[in-house]
């Protein structure tokens, strides 16, 4: 869903979403890492000269796994979106548009070609509201049973890291030897 500069009149660009609408289902399942299971928001943008000041509300509950007990929760981000877009045009910027970004830069993007893809827009907001661990106590998680204990510090009923196997694998004997 790519909007193109010049379509931003000077009155603006506005967009709703719900869970149908694809393009906007399919970057919160990206961004959220998981299956959606609400979708509601809403961008707004406006250009001054050539950056693009886009803001907006949004809504997204999807799937994952407690990342301390492995149990099913819905993790939900809601509120508003604020981000500063601005073209693409320094030499050094490399054509994906990545870089390292500094903290003062975390809500600037770029935009290229002079366009601004909504998928993305969508994704880097919801990236940057993220927790960084998803776990049970989290009061944007919702368990689907009851919630784990916060100082549990083993995850019951698991067996070791599947990336052991690989490892365990390459050493012989180390499956008998314990
Ligand atoms: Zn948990």
Redesign the pocket.
């Known amino acids: 869903m790519k909007v193109t500069a010049q379509e931003i009149s000077e009155r603006g660009f506005s967009i709703s979403f719900e869970i149908a609408t694809p393009w906007a289902r399919s970057a919160a399942a990206t961004a959220m890492e998981g299956a959606v299971s609400a979708l509601r928001g809403e961008i707004n943008i406006r250009r001054y000269q050539s950056d693009l000041a886009v803001t907006g509300e949004v809504m997204v509950a999807a799937s994952r796994t407690?990342d301390?007990?492995g149990?099913d929760v819905t993790l939900t981000i809601d509120g508003p979106l604020e981000l500063t877009y601005v073209p693409n045009l320094r030499g050094e910027i490399s054509p994906g548009g990545t870089r390292e970004l500094v903290s003062s830069e975390l809500d600037l993007g770029l935009y290229k070609e002079g366009s601004l893809d909504l998928s993305l827009v969508l994704q880097e907001h919801l990236a940057l509201q993220l927790p960084w661990r998803v776990?049970?106590d989290l009061p944007n998680v919702s368990?689907s049973g009851e919630?784990?204990d916060p100082n549990l510090l083993k995850p019951p009923e698991r067996g070791p890291d599947p990336r052991w196997a690989a490892l365990a694998a390459l050493v012989p004997d180390a499956s008998e030897e314990n």
């Open positions: 407690c301390r007990c149990g776990t049970c368990p919630a784990c």
